[in-house]
């Protein structure tokens, strides 16, 4: 017989090793679906090599990992391609095939001062044709506050995009001054490369945090000690901890004592932006739509045409960024009136449930303090990206 063995042979020995591997996963328990296994290892066709692999890495592999492992894999592999959660309960018989999400790369020029200038207005043209049909249908588009892209409200709900409870808010507010962001603007962890996101996943595994879920208070801080403790090596400090409870409330405005997956995503997003990547690179990020809007807040607040504003009026124009959430208010870019401080029903109103208070008035200090155009865009740029969500949640919690 020699040293070789017969293809029987070798197949009792894939069976056994297959029936040890099912025994061990089931408690020492045979089940019949490892019997029917184990007899149908006869009638496998393929190579000798490949049986004899397989039952070796079965062997290897030990007991099965739970169905929550496959759900938890799933989560964060549409973490890294910035899907997003995609709902069990959606027809997908219809839908079209969703777009690949490409993230950035950082460019050599990036860190780079952009030329933006305040006296040189640029004008604003939406696309002709829906981004998904590529189709012209006129006004039954749906323009983007933020890109030029614009969109058939059937075409988003085809895509995933646009679910029943959300047409209402789009058909209402995309022709309107508060705007819609488009699928591609409202999720501000595509602005991550691929470098960055990696980073960003790698502190969310380290500090056990489980994608798609809402977290509590106790959660958030919990995982805002963490990090602070891995970056500086020291315990967050009493005021630290107060911020990040104000932040919490601003990510939950209407107080359901949570806050949601996207949410907690798109604030983790803009926070590593800002710890990454230059105020320059920053700059570089915003649309056409954003730098207009910010030139006509800054004109609008520089009254005597010097070219500079107060400190208080620049901190003033950091919460009108938000004001996008407010239906009964019109954009913060249609008249001064419209930039001061935040009304008493608006999300940001609350502080750690208390009563709501008022924006305190600028100081005689802020007042002093003058604010050119290319300062007041470094100041703000991390506003006007965190305000792209649709959501009602403030993404990055401007200082009072």
Known sequence: ?????????????????????????????????????????????????????????????????PEESSASKAAWERLRDGRGVEPEEFDRANRFTPPAFIRPKRELHDDEPPDISLEQREQIVNDEMCEICEVWTAESLFPCRICPRVYHDGCLRRMGYLQKDSTVEVTETAHTETGWSCYYCDNLNLLLTEEEMYSLMETLKNCKIIPETCLTLDDFLHYKHLVHKQQFERPMAEAQEEQAALQFNALDPDKKGH?????????????????????????????????????????????????????????????????????????????????????????????NGKSPEKILPATKQEEARSVDWPGFLRENVAYMLAARPNSAALHLQPPA
């Open 1 to 65: 017989m020699g040293v070789l063995m017969s293809r029987r042979q070798t197949v009792e020995r894939v069976q056994k090793v297959s029936l040890a591997v099912s025994a061990f996963k089931d408690g020492l328990r045979e089940q019949p679906s490892t019997r029917r296994r184990a007899e149908a290892g006869t009638s496998r066709r393929g190579t000798l090599e490949q049986e004899v692999q397989e039952g070796e890495e079965e062997a290897l592999a030990g007991p099965s990992q």
């Open 259 to 351: 806050i949601e997956w996207q949410d907690f995503l798109s604030h983790e997003s803009i926070q590593l932006l800002q710890k990454l990547r230059p105020q320059n690179a920053l700059l570089r990020l915003l649309t056409l739509k954003e730098r207009e809007r910010a030139r006509a807040v800054f004109l609008a607040l520089d009254q005597d045409n010097d070219g500079f504003i107060g400190e208080g009026e620049c901190r003033q124009a950091r919460h009108t960024w938000f004001r996008k959430h407010q239906k009964e208010m019109l954009s913060c870019n249609v008249s001064i009136s419209h930039v001061g401080p935040i009304s008493e029903g608006s999300p940001a109103s609350s502080r």
